[in-house]
């Protein structure tokens, strides 16, 4: 009863920024992603048939208690009417820094309930375990699937209608993503934090939540088409008004700091010279800059001039979460 996946992380080009369940971890409103790699998370889980806790490693280390509760409340989910399973064993590693603001959390809990599922024999469909993964993270929902990815808010109160779907595969549009990691400020609010913090004292929280609704059927129509000034336009607008609805909370929430904002001037500077590109912001101060293939060097040379600019990291479409057979090990 022991197995191994891979999952990668996403990144939202319509966002995710509230809750219409905070227990059972509804989105108020759907999403569109693109999953990336090569970066991934690995995750083994072995269970014992032992009765006890659950065992969680992160990277090396002991998961931090909070950490580990979230995972042992997503494979409770799973081990419901089989108590034969026992105590969980799990292992995982990034293989990407978790300071890269890259919701290490979506390629996590979606490798985790990958492994699981396998090391359970349990042949749970793709939305089954769409539904699980976002009980442990929203944006993980969307990383059981590669390419572009929609999550689905849902209308159902036990949330079995709140799962993502694929829309296109990784290979339908080459883009490629370079990450600006700019200086960590002070720490950062944790996205659940975050976003229930706005939906609470935010005057600007139900206009954005109508908004994303309008945003998701154009997004679809501008991926199917391989509309790059759309998409520019609209990602760039999304997680603006993510973040211009953050800012109104009470007190605000200030993901960016001076290079976030500095980054986001020279993406639009290169858009204004021909190069295409545009920027997307999640909740931390780093950039990930989407581009044509062609324009990778330039938009990372672009970024690395911008002060406060530590590292570049480059990413591509990628694939979905897989379990790896005896001989990927
Ligand atoms: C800004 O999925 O981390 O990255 O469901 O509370 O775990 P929880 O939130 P999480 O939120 C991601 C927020 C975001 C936007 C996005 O990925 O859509």
């Not at 208690?65 to 409340?73: K, L």
């Not at 595969?169 to 990691?181: E, Q, T, Y």
Request: neutral net charge; aromatic residues 6%; charged residues 20%.
């Amino acid at each position: 009863m022991r197995a191994t996946a891979i999952a990668h992380p996403n990144i939202a080009l319509v966002k995710y920024w509230g809750k219409r369940d905070s227990v059972r971890n509804l989105p108020a409103a759907g999403s569109i992603s693109l999953t990336l790699g090569p970066l991934h998370t690995r995750t083994e889980v072995a269970f014992t048939g032992a009765q006890g806790p659950d065992r969680v490693e992160l990277d090396g280390e002991e998961a931090e208690p909070g950490a580990a509760r979230r995972v042992t409340a997503v494979l409770d989910l799973l081990r419901h009417g089989r108590p034969d399973l026992g105590a969980a064993h799990v292992r995982s590693r990034n293989d990407f820094p978790t300071a890269a603001g890259l919701a290490s959390s979506s390629s996590g809990f979606a490798a985790l309930v990958v492994a699981a599922d396998a090391a359970a024999s349990l042949g749970l469909s793709p939305s089954a375990l769409s539904i699980l993964a976002r009980r442990g993270s929203g944006s993980a929902a969307r990383s059981i699937f590669g390419g572009f990815v929609r999550m689905e808010s849902g209308v159902r109160d036990d949330g079995e209608d709140a799962f993502a779907r694929p829309l296109a595969p990784a290979d339908h549009w080459p883009l490629s993503v370079c990450i600006a990691l700019t200086t960590e400020g002070a720490k950062k609010v944790p996205s659940t934090r975050g976003m229930d913090h706005t939906a609470q004292t935010s005057p600007y929280h139900h206009a954005w939540i109508a908004d994303v609704d309008r945003m998701l059927p154009e997004a679809e129509a501008i991926i199917a088409a391989r509309d790059f000034d759309g998409l520019a336009r609209l990602a760039e607008a999304s997680a603006l008004r993510m973040h211009a609805s953050a800012l109104a909370a009470d007190p605000g929430v200030l993901y960016w700091n001076g290079a976030t904002v500095e980054c986001m001037h020279a993406v639009r500077h290169l858009r204004s010279q021909g190069c295409p590109a545009f920027f997307t912001i999640d909740a931390g101060p780093h950039v990930k800059v989407f581009c044509a293939p062609a324009s990778t060097a330039a938009v990372e040379e672009a970024l690395r001039c911008v002060p406060g600019v530590r590292d570049v990291l480059h990413a591509t479409p990628a694939g979905d979460a897989r379990a790896l057979g005896t001989e990927d090990r």
